[in-house]
Each structure stands twice: as structure tokens, then as C-alpha cells.
């Protein structure tokens, strides 16, 4: 079993983040985007990924190659992007006939990972939305077995959508649904899509079963990429080194608080993650994210995404401020 990621995207829903950081590695809890979906993965059991990489790919590489140095990895990079049928097809010679769990590089989500990947049959992850016209959607029969898949349908007729991990045993039929797809142009909102190259094997034969996640966690924009911080700060608890003292300092719970930070007369949480290297002083932080190697001073961030490298001096803001940034709000 191999696992793929595609992480190929650049994020533009969340820039001015992602223009010099990619999606999967901003922080999140203590950890980043990437490594929550990865840990998962390693931890039941799977050792060897495949990671389609293009905007901003070396700071990917390098990361992977720093966190995970026990991994067999391999990095596909993906010069045209043209969805993720098209950036799957480019790991064709590296998976061979291998089974594969494709894992979309934003993709957060609760479940039985060893459940899925012990399955008999191929299976795609579902949950139920208000609204399915913006993700593929499954339609199902009442045996749990998908009878047609469709790529944001302007006329849902099921609320199910998947949410971006798909176990598929049939690795062959996956090719070839992809290359015949991609040969004869069949596009779906002008990208080559994962979903229609599915509704191919499903429309061939193969039988492709759902699973519905407990919980998924929007990684997409600022708004929702705060509100999934605070859950998965309370999931997975305080990340404070327990040498900090912080002066004149409190810390409301849950925060994450990364390595070598000098926080003083400050006043930090609640649903608050701070990178490494960071330094706080006479300010009032929460419900936000704050990058590493940032420098804020006499501030108040309430619902914030701070990015790397950043100085900010000044008064009560909301904001979203990409890296490498120097603000003075006095």
C-alpha cells in the first residue's frame, strides 16, 4: 500500500499566505496541515508516499525530508496543473499495481484509517453537506456501494460528498479510466477530476464502497482554517514545553506555543497557535495563528492568520498578513 498527496496547489484562497508558503505547511495545532494527514497515515501502518508537488514544492521536499526521515518518499512534480486526475496520472510508474490511499493534500478528517485500509473493497470517504454543489458527490445505493459519482453537480441528487480520501484496490482500472479521460479531453469545470475518472471504474465494474468520516476539518480559507485550529487545539490538547515561563504572562487554554518563543506582559488564548521563534510583548492574542519568527508588540488579534517573518507594532486589528511582512500600526 502506498499513499499519495497531492499538494500541487496554490492555495489562492488563502493568500497572501501562499504565495510564499505552501497550503499543507501552515500550523495548525502544533503541527501543520500536512503532518496531521501524514501521522495518520504512517501510524496505521503505511511507510511508503508519493507527494505531487509544483507551487513552492522544494519547501515540501524539504520538509517531509526533515519530519520524516524513516519514510520511503517520492515527489512527482506537476508543471501544469490540471486537477488531480491529471496530477495522479503522473504517478502511474511509481505505483505499478500497487493499492494506493490518495489523500488530498488539505484534506483533515476523523476516521478508522486501518478500518479503511483493511477493507476488501475500494472506498471513498463521504460526509453529509447543506449543500454538495460545490464538491463531488456520491450517489449511493442501500448496501453502502456508490452507483455514480459526480464533480459539482448543479443538481445534487445526493447530499453526500466526498471529502478527498479515496482507498482504491484497482489501481490498474484507475489508469486506465485516467488516461482515457485525459486522452478524449473529458473535463469537469475545466480540470481532469478524480471523481469522473472513478465514475469510470464504478460504470465499468469495480466496486467502490463509501465510509463516512466523523469529522473534516475545512482547511480551505482563513474563516474556516481558524475555526478547524480551535477544534483540533481542544482535540489534541495544550503544546507548551513545560521549561516555558512566560513573564507577567497568561495563557488561556488551548494553545500551541512552538519552540524558542519569548513571550512577556501578554495575554495569549484562547484557540491560539504560535510558531517557532516567535517573540510577544504587551499584547492581547486570540482565536488566530501566528507563523514563526514573527515579532508582534502592543497589539490585539482577535481571528487573525499572522504569517512568517512578521513585525507587527500597533493597535486592535483583525488581520490576515502574508510572510515577510513589517507593519506599524502606531
Given at each position: 500500500?502506498?499513499?499519495?498527496?497531492p499538494?500541487?496547489?496554490?492555495?489562492?484562497k488563502?493568500?497572501?499566505?501562499?504565495?510564499?508558503?505552501?497550503?499543507?505547511?501552515?500550523?495548525?495545532?502544533?503541527?501543520?496541515?500536512?503532518?496531521?494527514?501524514?501521522?495518520?497515515?504512517?501510524?496505521?501502518?503505511?511507510?511508503?508516499?508519493?507527494?505531487?508537488?509544483?507551487?513552492?514544492?522544494?519547501?515540501?521536499?524539504?520538509?517531509?525530508?526533515?519530519?520524516?526521515?524513516?519514510?520511503?518518499?517520492?515527489?512527482?512534480?506537476?508543471?501544469?496543473?490540471?486537477?488531480?486526475?491529471?496530477?495522479?496520472?503522473?504517478?502511474?510508474?511509481?505505483?505499478?499495481?500497487?493499492?494506493?490511499?490518495v489523500?488530498?493534500?488539505?484534506?483533515?478528517?476523523?476516521?478508522?484509517?486501518?478500518?479503511?485500509?483493511?477493507?476488501?473493497?475500494?472506498?471513498?470517504?463521504?460526509?453529509?453537506?447543506?449543500?454538495?454543489?460545490?464538491?463531488?458527490?456520491?450517489?449511493?445505493?442501500?448496501?453502502?456501494?456508490?452507483?455514480?459519482?459526480?464533480?459539482?453537480?448543479?443538481?445534487?441528487k445526493?447530499?453526500?460528498?466526498?471529502?478527498g480520501i479515496?482507498?482504491?484496490?484497482?489501481?490498474?482500472?484507475?489508469?486506465?479510466?485516467l488516461d482515457?479521460?485525459i486522452s478524449?479531453g473529458?473535463?469537469?469545470?475545466?480540470?481532469?477530476?478524480?471523481?469522473?475518472a472513478?465514475?469510470?471504474m464504478?460504470?465499468?465494474?469495480?466496486?467502490?464502497?463509501?465510509?463516512?468520516?466523523?469529522?473534516?476539518?475545512d482547511?480551505?480559507?482563513?474563516?474556516?482554517?481558524?475555526?478547524?485550529?480551535?477544534?483540533?487545539?481542544?482535540k489534541f490538547?495544550d503544546?507548551?514545553?513545560?521549561?516555558?515561563?512566560?513573564?507577567?504572562?497568561?495563557?488561556?487554554?488551548?494553545?500551541?506555543?512552538?519552540?524558542?518563543?519569548?513571550?512577556k506582559?501578554?495575554?495569549?488564548?484562547?484557540?491560539?497557535?504560535v510558531?517557532?521563534?516567535?517573540?510577544?510583548?504587551?499584547?492581547?492574542?486570540?482565536?488566530?495563528?501566528?507563523?514563526?519568527?514573527?515579532?508582534?508588540?502592543?497589539?490585539?488579534?482577535d481571528?487573525?492568520?499572522?504569517?512568517?517573518?512578521?513585525?507587527?507594532?500597533?493597535?486592535?486589528?483583525?488581520?490576515?498578513?502574508?510572510?515577510?511582512?513589517?507593519?506599524?500600526?502606531g
Amino acid at each position: 500500500m502506498k499513499a499519495i498527496i497531492p499538494v500541487a496547489g496554490a492555495g489562492t484562497k488563502l493568500r497572501p499566505h501562499t504565495y510564499t508558503q505552501p497550503k499543507a505547511l501552515i500550523p495548525m495545532a502544533g503541527k501543520t496541515i500536512l503532518s496531521i494527514i501524514v501521522d495518520q497515515l504512517r501510524d496505521a501502518g503505511i511507510s511508503e508516499f508519493i507527494f505531487i508537488v509544483g507551487y513552492l514544492g522544494d519547501k515540501i521536499r524539504d520538509y517531509v525530508k526533515a519530519n520524516y526521515p524513516d519514510l520511503l518518499v517520492h515527489f512527482v512534480f506537476q508543471n501544469d496543473r490540471q486537477g488531480i486526475g491529471h496530477a495522479l496520472k503522473l504517478t502511474k510508474e511509481i505505483v505499478d499495481d500497487d493499492e494506493v490511499m490518495v489523500v488530498l493534500g488539505d484534506t483533515i478528517c476523523e476516521y478508522d484509517v486501518k478500518k479503511v485500509l483493511d477493507s476488501p473493497e475500494s472506498m471513498l470517504g463521504v460526509k453529509k453537506v447543506d449543500d454538495p454543489r460545490d464538491f463531488g458527490v456520491a450517489e449511493i445505493d442501500s448496501d453502502g456501494f456508490v452507483t455514480h459519482l459526480v464533480e459539482k453537480p448543479q443538481i445534487p441528487k445526493s447530499n453526500m460528498a466526498l471529502v478527498g480520501i479515496y482507498k482504491i484496490k484497482e489501481t490498474p482500472q484507475l489508469f486506465e479510466c485516467l488516461d482515457k479521460n485525459i486522452s478524449q479531453g473529458l473535463r469537469s469545470h475545466g480540470e481532469y477530476s478524480i471523481t469522473d475518472a472513478l465514475d469510470c471504474m464504478i460504470q465499468n465494474g469495480n466496486q467502490v464502497k463509501v465510509f463516512k468520516v466523523d469529522s473534516w476539518f475545512d482547511c480551505g480559507k482563513k474563516e474556516t482554517l481558524l475555526d478547524s485550529n480551535a477544534t483540533l487545539l481542544r482535540k489534541f490538547g495544550d503544546n507548551i514545553e513545560n521549561h516555558y515561563s512566560f513573564e507577567n504572562t497568561v495563557i488561556i487554554h488551548p494553545v500551541s506555543i512552538g519552540k524558542n518563543c519569548e513571550i512577556k506582559n501578554s495575554i495569549i488564548g484562547p484557540n491560539v497557535t504560535v510558531g517557532d521563534n516567535t517573540t510577544i510583548d504587551f499584547s492581547i492574542i486570540k482565536h488566530s495563528i501566528i507563523g514563526s519568527f514573527s515579532n508582534l508588540f502592543d497589539i490585539v488579534l482577535d481571528y487573525s492568520l499572522i504569517g512568517s517573518d512578521t513585525s507587527i507594532r500597533g493597535e486592535t486589528r483583525t488581520l490576515n498578513i502574508g510572510d515577510n511582512t513589517n507593519i506599524d500600526l502606531g
